[in-house]
């Protein structure tokens, strides 16, 4: 696979070279700038397609290699799934498309390849969408393979000019979305390191290299977390000889004094179930328990490059599950930083004893507008929901209304639960206030409710994202183990309704 992948924008050139590519339509032949390089293959479209079964589907690709009447080496005509007459193809569409002709040009191992979007109704926003889904879907996690499996000879590097009426303006464009790429290609990278690489201290190193890009960092230790009375925090990484961190990232894009607007992340960097201890079978994705965290540092890296007009706070707590014979026991009653006490009831129902000090913190200390925590909480909403969609928990009906709307314009989607007294009771216990479960039967609704004793009245959202976070299947504009789910959605909820 080509390590290098160079986009660039250009005018359409009289004589294009190397990967041709054009667009059609369903039941259509290549339409507005695609009309012109068809015209000069003097092949009949009709006979042509009909031939080869090409009916403009999505994902569907007519090639030609060696077209007469053309300079380039190969014409690629692929299906846009459109038909006349249809509405512009949303974001995601045009997202999904750029990641399917990046498939296509890595089969064929292309080394420059023009496209022609010039005149088919690409606006610089969604020539944009189009060039990250090429990079998202060129991202390969292979670092640890001496030899990578997809490595069969292709070129070192891919370079791909699209050709489009404006450049500037899609120049432009394609920066902007870029920040959010890279804030996902973070969080993938985070999620797919191996634990014995990525433990708390070497999370919170990587979070603290945001400074660069104009970030407030502070790293709070083991000791200054005892001095804040994070009790619940703190137990989870008992068993581990690896020190807890907390990482506090702050983003000051919009007006001085005004409230931010938070995200908080669960970092279990590698999640054993402690004493209670989970099954092997499957144990190694539990390297990516700390999906939520992952989430928020990404978020945050796309705030700062961008440069978004917002002010935001992003809280991470990284910690280690492990058994030990100085681990948390069931049985155990714990103090959190709010004051609140804590039975133990299971040693692996840890994500929301550190959500529990970290949502307090958060609430306390800066005050923000609104309070949205990512966690790979429980098992129980992939049950739910698969992997589609992530679990939306909040006391805030407009804050879920947004988030919603969010999840739909950026293809992240989430699906809102429900919450109630009756839930509450479950995790009432009988020697402490609370108990940190319910037990099997709606255990993504009661760990939420759980969470819901530490925000106090901040309108706040908890996503569950145990489904949709990690070892997720293929798509489009993913064929890594991790989505790094949670950025587009959050930035597009911080675009749309926070920024100044």
Same mark, same amino acid.
Request: no cysteine.
């Given at each position: ?84 007459? @249809?509405?512009? $193809?949303?974001?995601? /569409?045009? *997202?999904? !498309? &750029?990641?399917?002709?990046? +498939?296509? %040009? =890595? #089969? ?57 009426? @404006?450049?500037? $303006?899609?120049?432009? /464009?394609? *920066?902007? !979305? &870029?920040?959010?790429?890279? +804030?996902? %290609? =973070? #969080? ?313």
């Amino acid at each position: 696979m080509p390590r290098e992948l160079v986009i660039k924008t250009a005018p359409m050139p009289a004589r294009p070279t190397g990967t041709l590519v054009i667009y059609a339509a369903e039941g259509a032949a290549p339409a507005d700038g695609g009309t012109a390089v068809w015209a000069a293959t003097g092949l009949d479209w009709a006979e042509v397609s009909e031939a080869a079964g090409f009916k403009g589907k999505q994902g569907q690709a007519l090639d030609i290699v060696k077209p007469a009447g053309l300079e380039a080496s190969r014409l690629l005509v692929l299906g846009s799934g459109m038909t006349n007459g @249809d509405a512009p $193809a949303s974001a995601t /569409a045009w *997202a999904d !498309r &750029g990641g399917s002709l990046m +498939g296509k %040009l =890595l #089969a064929l191992k292309a080394e420059a390849a023009a496209v022609v979007l010039d005149g088919i109704d690409a606006t610089p926003q969604l020539v944009a969408e189009l060039a990250a889904g090429l990079r998202l879907r060129h991202y390969r996690f292979d670092r640890y393979k001496t030899k990578p499996k997809d490595d069969n000879g292709g070129p070192d590097s891919l370079t791909i000019t699209l050709h489009v009426s @404006d450049p500037a $303006a899609a120049d432009a /464009a394609i *920066a902007e !979305r &870029g920040a959010v790429v890279e +804030g996902t %290609l =973070l #969080a993938r990278e985070l999620v797919n390191e191996p634990p014995n690489v990525l433990g708390p201290v070497e999370f919170a190193e990587r979070a603290g290299r945001l400074a660069d890009l104009g970030v407030e960092i502070e790293i709070l230790k083991p000791s200054d977390l005892e001095k804040l009375g994070m009790g619940a925090l703190l137990a989870v990484a008992r068993g581990s000889h690896r020190p807890a961190r907390l990482v506090v990232m702050q983003w000051q894009g919009g007006k001085k004094k005004e409230a931010p607007i938070a995200f908080v992340g669960k970092g279990v960097v590698f999640d054993s179930g402690g004493i209670s201890i989970k099954p092997a079978g499957s144990m190694e994705d539990m390297k990516g328990d700390m999906a939520g965290a992952a989430a928020v540092t990404g978020l945050m890296h796309a705030l700062a490059a961008r440069k978004a007009r917002v002010n935001a706070v992003g809280i991470i707590g990284l910690v280690e599950n492990m058994p030990d014979g100085n681990a948390m026991r069931p049985g155990d009653i714990l103090t959190a930083m709010s004051g609140r006490t804590i039975e133990v009831v299971n040693t692996d129902a840890e994500g929301r004893l550190v959500l529990a000090d970290a949502l307090w913190y958060a609430q306390d200390r800066f005050k923000p507008k609104a309070m949205i925590n990512l966690a790979t909480l429980t098992g129980a909403i992939l049950v739910a929901l698969g992997q589609d969609h992530a679990g939306l928990f909040s006391n805030d009906n407009d804050l879920s209304e947004r988030l919603a709307k969010a999840g739909l314009a950026s293809g992240e989607k989430v699906w809102r639960m429900p919450m109630g007294p009756a839930y509450e009771k479950m995790i009432e216990s009988r020697f402490a206030d609370i108990k940190n479960t319910g037990g099997r039967h709606a255990g993504s609704i009661t760990a939420a409710q759980f969470l819901k004793h530490f925000v106090n009245d901040v309108p706040w959202a908890h996503l569950d994202i145990a489904g949709a976070g990690m070892a997720t299947n293929s798509n489009e504009i993913n064929v890594s183990w991790a989505p790094g789910f949670g950025v587009a959605l959050l930035d597009r909820l911080v675009r749309d309704n926070y920024e100044a």
